[in-house]
Each structure stands twice: as structure tokens, then as C-alpha cells.
């Protein structure tokens, strides 16, 4: 089965600071790979997602993530963070042709000062 | 458009009491998703409709959780009888089949649940 690691479970940063989240995987095949935000009282949005391609994604609000298989990481970054990034970052795989089905990491809980 | 609507958003109830939960999806969207957030952990999904059918339903514990999707729009999911570890987010989404490929899962705010 596959699984996701996320390491960082809380992260507080200074605004203008450098994030870096980071995400593993867990499963040999051809994986679907995406990074989910829930700001506070907000519902699960999605921020950016990899299918095939140029392993450097960028996705909404200037984050940006890259794929590197042979590490079987998804990592998470924004050069500069604001204090609207505050947030619950997940991320998320799926198994390319297998139903859709997400299997989700425990999360990683940001907090930026100000 | 409209997002995925889940309710209610809260539920309080006593353990071995039964509760259930609605979920109407993004019009158009033929696939729907159940998942279960315990606090401190990340979304597990219970069972996956596409269309009335059931898709995947292997994480669902099937002697007291029950979904269903009768006419292929919206769905609910029903517990009983409840248990403390149950309480839990439970959250809604939904996707589009393009070509026979899923899109990308799109979520409801969820229905926080607690179990006393």
C-alpha cells in the first residue's frame, strides 16, 4: 500500500522567510502527486499538482514544488512567505490510472509571524 | 460555481447514537469521495462513488458506516451506532471523468463530528 510522509509537523516562520515543506512517497509505480491547503476555517484546496512533465511545478499564491523520482519526494517551497500563508499544508498521491484514489500525509501546520 | 456542500457543518452526539451526513457534489461531477480526518491526521478515504456505483470501499469499517449515492448526485453517510473514535472530520469531494481519467478532487468545508 502506498503511503506519505510529511516530517515537518509544525513549522513558524518569520514573514519574507524561505519554506521549504517536505513530502515522501511510498510506492514503486507511476505516481500523481499534489499539495492540498486549508487556511483556518477554510475547506481542503488544491495549491499545485504533478501528473507528467516538467517535475517543477508551480501552483497558486507563488508556491511551486518539484518532483524527483529517484528520491520519491514532492517537497514544497516559496521563496518568501507572508503571514496569509498561515495555514495546514497535505500532501497527496495517487497511483496514475488507479481509481483516483488520494492517500494523504499527516499534514504540516505553518505558521507565519509577522 | 459552487463548491461541494456538506451538512450539517456540526454534530454533537452521546456514543451508540446514529448520525448521518449529506453531501451534494459539483454539478456534473460523476465521482464522490468520503474521507475521514482524525484530529492530527491526514484525510483517509472511506469509499468512492462514480456515478450510484461504489468504486472502492476497502477502508470503510462496513458493521456500523454506511454510504450511499441513489441517484448518482448526491450522497450520505450514515453511522450507527457511533463509537468515540468516530469523531473525526468527515469530509466530501467530488471530480469530473474526462476521457475516462479522474480530475482533481475538489472538497467540501466537512461535517465536524464529535462522539461523547
Known amino acids: 500500500a502506498q503511503s506519505v510522509s510529511q516530517h515537518n509537523h509544525h513549522v513558524i516562520l518569520s514573514e519574507a522567510a524561505s519554506l521549504e515543506l517536505g513530502c515522501n512517497y511510498s510506492y514503486g509505480g507511476t505516481v500523481n502527486l499534489f499539495w492540498y491547503v486549508q487556511y483556518p476555517g477554510q475547506h481542503l484546496q488544491l495549491l499545485l499538482k504533478y501528473f507528467s512533465g516538467d517535475p517543477l511545478v508551480k501552483g497558486i499564491k507563488g508556491f511551486e514544488a518539484e518532483f524527483i523520482k529517484s528520491k520519491f519526494s514532492f517537497n514544497l517551497r516559496k521563496p518568501s512567505v507572508q503571514w496569509s500563508d498561515t495555514a495546514e499544508y497535505f500532501c497527496a498521491v495517487n497511483r496514475a490510472g488507479g481509481g483516483n484514489k488520494l492517500t494523504f500525509g499527516t499534514g504540516t501546520q505553518l505558521k507565519v509571524e509577522l | 460555481e459552487a463548491g461541494v456542500a456538506q451538512s450539517p457543518r456540526y454534530k454533537i452526539i452521546e456514543k451508540r447514537q446514529s448520525v448521518a451526513f449529506w453531501c451534494n457534489p459539483i454539478?456534473?461531477?460523476?465521482?464522490l469521495y468520503w474521507y475521514q480526518q482524525i484530529l492530527g491526521q491526514g484525510p483517509k478515504l472511506l469509499i468512492q462513488?462514480?456515478?450510484?456505483?461504489?468504486?472502492?470501499d476497502s477502508q470503510l469499517p462496513k458493521d456500523r458506516f454506511s454510504a450511499e449515492r441513489l441517484k448518482g448526485v448526491d450522497s450520505t453517510l450514515k453511522i450507527q451506532p457511533a463509537k468515540l473514535e468516530d469523531s473525526a472530520v468527515y469530509l466530501c469531494?467530488?471530480?469530473?471523468?474526462?476521457?475516462?481519467?479522474?480530475?482533481?478532487?475538489?472538497f467540501g468545508p466537512g461535517t465536524r463530528l464529535l462522539v461523547l
Open positions: 462513488f462514480q456515478n450510484n456505483g461504489v468504486v472502492d
Open positions: 469531494a467530488s471530480s469530473l471523468v474526462l476521457g475516462g481519467v479522474q480530475e482533481t478532487q475538489y
Open positions: 454539478s456534473g461531477h460523476a465521482t
